[in-house]
């Protein structure tokens, strides 16, 4: 059979580009190569799966078409494409020619025209055609030999329409009324206006009864109400609508079947594009597993050229790969290595023997399950020389598995042997429950790369591939995927098991041998050593430690809250003369904008639906209080749902505690997040949502909750890092920082600034940390927008300090790529010196806020391990158990407090040297919103 595959280019490649939005790829020097790799993907995908004859890609020209001459604002309000996009392209049209598939373009004329054009050549040819698009216009296009072919995304398999399932999902009779129901809809996207009032499923019941555009308009006589009216009024513009939405069939382009031929992809062409874009896995699945990327330093210049032969400027950069097709991929089957089992008393004792001699050696350990608190230990494993590792079993029964491992407690809590592992601090806190609390300088790798490049992904797998050109075998080969049909560890066999686990600490000890050397070079050994790594062990404590919460407490809360909720449906049905549910955005758009009409104005996202998101909602909150009414509906629901009913689930069966973890490899600041629960993002800011402190409670009666909280600290880093001396003196005297500044800011006495005054200078100072403008300023405090210009003018003449630390700060980083906290923590910012204003913006900002917000994430890391330490070494029973932004929370026993408090007071404090005094607040309660 002859099988067309005709791709619409662009559609797939935004595709793919925004599929990988939420976790973008970047090559070593930058380059965002999402869109390239999924749309690589998509292709090889579509070429194996289906094995198509022949194919082409299809693209758009910048030159205007005739829906542009004709109807000016045609496509007028679409975003300009993304700056990571618009440099990608080029690759994305190597990449095409090196597999040896034409792109066809033909100015004047859209993508899908041209495919339209094709496919029905190709048919008349005897070609079963395939017209590959997420686009819903092609539906149009559909007959018995035409198909449309949707990729598969977000794990939902290919769906490919022909007749049948496009006359039954737009409910028509023939494929060319798709035409008609298009111009009555119109398209928010590409600014088809349609006719208003009439949406897809009323577009399709007039269709239904009418058949046509055309016939509707002569029968509007039969239609009522407003629905009449607008079709009288709007006829023509109805008609240039479907005009809009037809595809051209007329296209001067040829069918040259001997050039659309699918033949084997180019070597030449293709090899080196994979290693500059560092496909090193893709390249095996093109290739072979001789295939592979290896690494010297080359030079990239400028010069590229995008899909229509315009210069694209590319920033000139060192970068490290290069193909070497003759050396194959490595990995566990062509790879030499010696992985031993440890299966008997004896083997144990010789390992545990040789082990303790090392100055260093690499640990990991298998468990039933991913949560260290609610797993059992399967097993060890050990390495200490490249290419060989040790795998230690033990038994599902728990007293026999608990007397082999003490056969290796004098070796883990060695203090003088350096422990080296990825995320580690999991592996310390699984040794916890079988009594071993591991000692030493610890070398975790996960958290070196996070310090040599904080914005990428730092998983072992990842890190194998992209550093030692390896791939470590998957879990998933063993155990399967995730899901509830998972297995465990436990069921491996035991050769299989023994190969895995030991390459685990084989590998993590060769990456370990690469990130030190890296470390230096980037200036981040003295975090590692004296942050990171020594944090390890107060977070994996402070796991193990948890938190008792009252479920007695939480319960009552969520009767109330769904009595509140309950009262607040009524209210917004009442206002809104309409039972909807309030949770769909979709229906939610439709009463706010069309039934009550609250702004004419409101934009659609690119789905066609109307924009509810919070930032719109707060905005008509002014003009409505249904708004606010679903505002406070959302966070309610919310509270409810995430916190309230959510914690008592996550109740540790074997502590009766919540256990969150800590993660120090996520946040790019420095900061810490947490998960299950995520304590960063209990609300504080309501009334209600403090009320979910007040199940956080001590541990018993003899015990109370203390919190500790830096006062201001963002503030007090700015003055500190700027050496504003205005700020400095204000902070130096105790002075109010928000009353201060007004006071400069409004050249009057403190004693006469007023609450607005103050509130208008809070606003600034912290607006100033994120690179507030005046029209951020001035639509967060609803002033004029001149206003919000002349106090931030007068801001700055009153704090110059801070005026010149931001433009220094702004042209460090755009020479050098990156900037620094206090203590050297790096935040790269790729996007620095974008030409895009927007990008470069968003870059600029976080130059500005990226060294206060990673010092003052430093600051209380720091705290944290000296006060961990001062606990011990005191033998006090009192337990640091939280860490939530800039505050520390801890269960102290009775008769403890004092000496606890002048801990914290000391560590907090002076965790950091500065000239600006740092300030803590602490307070104490028999819950933590008591305490706080």
Not at 306 to 315: A, K, R, W
Not at 359 to 376: K, L, P, Q, R, V
Not at 531 to 555: C, F, Q, S, W
Not at 696 to 725: G, M, V, W
């Amino acid at each position: 059979m002859k099988k067309l595959f005709l791709l619409d280019g662009m559609a797939l490649i935004y595709r793919a580009h925004f599929a990988l939005s939420k976790n973008p790829r970047f090559t070593s020097f930058g380059l965002n190569t999402s869109a390239v790799l999924g749309f690589a993907n998509t292709l090889l995908e579509v070429i194996r799966k289906e094995k198509p004859t022949h194919m082409a890609v299809v693209f758009d020209t910048d030159a205007p078409t005739e829906r542009h001459i004709e109807f000016a604002d045609y496509k007028a309000h679409r975003e300009a494409m993304p700056e990571d996009l618009s440099l990608a392209l080029p690759y994305v049209v190597r990449l095409i020619r090196g597999f040896n598939i034409p792109v066809i373009t033909s100015d004047g004329f859209e993508a899908d025209d041209i495919i339209g054009t094709l496919a029905k050549k190709a048919e008349k040819e005897g070609f079963t055609v395939f017209c590959m698009t997420p686009d819903k216009d092609f539906a149009q296009l559909v007959s018995d030999n035409i198909f449309i072919y949707k990729p598969s995304r977000l794990g939902n398999d290919v769906e490919i329409m022909g007749v049948p399932e496009v006359l039954a999902k737009w409910e028509i009779e023939d494929p060319c009324q798709v035409i008609d129901i298009l111009g009555l809809w119109g398209d928010a996207v590409d600014n088809i206006p349609g006719i208003p009032g009439i949406g897809e499923k009323t577009a399709k019941l007039l269709i239904k009864q009418y058949g046509s555009m055309e016939n509707i308009i002569a029968n509007s006589h039969q239609l009522k109400g407003k629905q009449r009216e607008n079709v009288e009024n709007f006829a023509e513009q109805g008609l240039i609508s479907k005009k809009l939405a037809t595809i051209l069939l007329n296209v001067p382009v040829d069918l040259d079947i001997e050039a659309l031929t699918i033949t084997d992809p180019d070597r030449e062409q293709l090899e080196p594009l994979f290693a500059e874009l560092e496909f090193r896995t893709f390249g095996r699945r093109v290739f072979g597993e001789e295939f592979n990327v290896t690494e010297v330093t080359v030079t990239q210049t400028s010069g590229q050229m995008d899909l229509f032969g315009n210069p694209v400027e590319v920033t000139t950069v060192e970068k490290t790969t290069v193909v070497e097709p003759a050396v194959p991929g490595k990995n566990i089957n062509n790879t030499e290595h010696t992985y031993h089992l440890v299966d008997t008393p004896g083997k144990r004792a010789e390992l545990i023997a040789m082990l303790s001699q090392q100055e260093e050696i690499c640990f990991d350990t298998e468990t039933t399950g991913t949560d260290a608190n609610n797993s059992e230990l399967v097993g060890l494993s050990f390495s200490v020389t490249p290419g060989e590792g040790y795998y230690v079993p033990v038994p599902a029964d728990q007293a026999q598995c608990s007397e082999i491992v003490k056969e290796f407690k004098p070796l883990l809590e060695n203090e003088n042997i350096k422990k080296i592992g990825q995320n580690i601090k999991y592996d310390i806190l699984m040794l916890k429950w079988c009594g071993i609390d591991v000692k030493g300088v610890l070398f975790d790798t996960m958290l070196a790369h996070y310090l040599i490049d904080p914005d990428t992904r730092h998983n072992m797998n990842v890190l194998a591939e992209n550093y030692l050109g390896y791939s470590p075998v998957s879990i998933t080969s063993l155990i399967g995927a995730k899901g509830k049909n998972q297995g465990s560890m436990r069921d491996v066999e035991l050769e299989q098991i023994k190969e895995y686990a030991a390459e685990d600490a084989d590998i993590t000890l060769q990456l370990k041998n690469i990130f030190e050397p890296s470390l230096k070079r980037v200036n981040a050994e003295k975090l590692a050593m004296e942050i990171e790594n020594p944090l390890i062990y107060v977070l994996a404590d402070m796991e193990r430690e948890g938190v008792l919460v009252d479920k007695h407490t939480l319960a009552d809360f969520s009767v109330e809250l769904q009595r509140d909720l309950v009262e607040l449906e009524k209210t917004i049905y009442e206002k809104a003369g309409v039972r909807f549910n309030i949770s769909s955005p979709k229906q939610l758009g439709e009463v706010l904008f069309e039934k009550l009409q609250l702004d004419p104005k409101a934009r659609k996202t690119k789905t066609g639906q109307y924009q509810t998101g919070e930032d719109v909602l707060t905005w008509l909150s002014n003009k409505s209080d249904i708004a606010k009414d679903i505002l406070d509906f959302r966070q309610l629901l919310k509270l409810k749902s995430t916190y309230v009913d959510a914690l008592p689930l996550m109740i540790n069966p074997k502590t009766g505690r919540i256990h969150t973890s800590y993660n120090q490899a996520v946040a790019a600041t420095g900061r810490l997040s947490s998960n299950n629960p995520n304590l960063q993002n209990i609300p504080i800011r309501t009334e209600r949502g403090r009320e979910v402190r007040k199940a956080f409670i001590p541990r018993s009666e003899s015990h109370t909750l203390l919190s500790a909280d830096y006062s201001q600290i963002e503030l007090r880093l700015i003055a500190e890092i700027s050496k504003d001396e205005n700020m400095m003196d204000a902070f130096t005297k105790n002075l109010d920082i928000h009353t201060a500044t007004a006071a400069k800011v409004y050249g009057i006495p403190l004693e006469e600034v007023t609450s607005m005054q103050r509130r208008n200078a809070k606003a600034v100072n912290f607006g100033i940390i994120y690179g507030q403008s005046a029209f951020g300023l001035s639509q967060n405090l609803n002033i004029p927008r001149r206003e919000a210009a002349d106090i931030i003018e007068q801001y700055f003449n009153q704090y110059p300090g801070v005026k010149r630390y931001m433009s220094d700060t702004m042209n460090f980083a755009r020479e050098n790529g990156f900037v620094e906290t206090i203590m050297g923590r790096r935040r790269y910012l790729r996007d620095i010196n974008s030409a895009n204003a927007t990008v470069r913006g968003f870059a600029e900002r976080n130059a500005i806020n990226a060294p206060i917000q990673g010092s003052a994430a430093d600051l209380i890391k720091i705290a944290m391990i000296n006060i961990h330490r001062d606990l011990a070494t005191q033998k006090l029973e009192s337990k640091m158990t939280m860490q939530v932004h800039d505050e520390l929370v801890f269960d102290v026993v009775s008769g403890e407090e004092e000496q606890v408090k002048a801990i914290i007071t000391d560590r907090m404090k002076n965790a950091i040297k500065t000239i600006v005094p740092i300030d803590i607040e602490i307070g104490q309660g028999k819950n933590w919103l008591e305490a706080h």
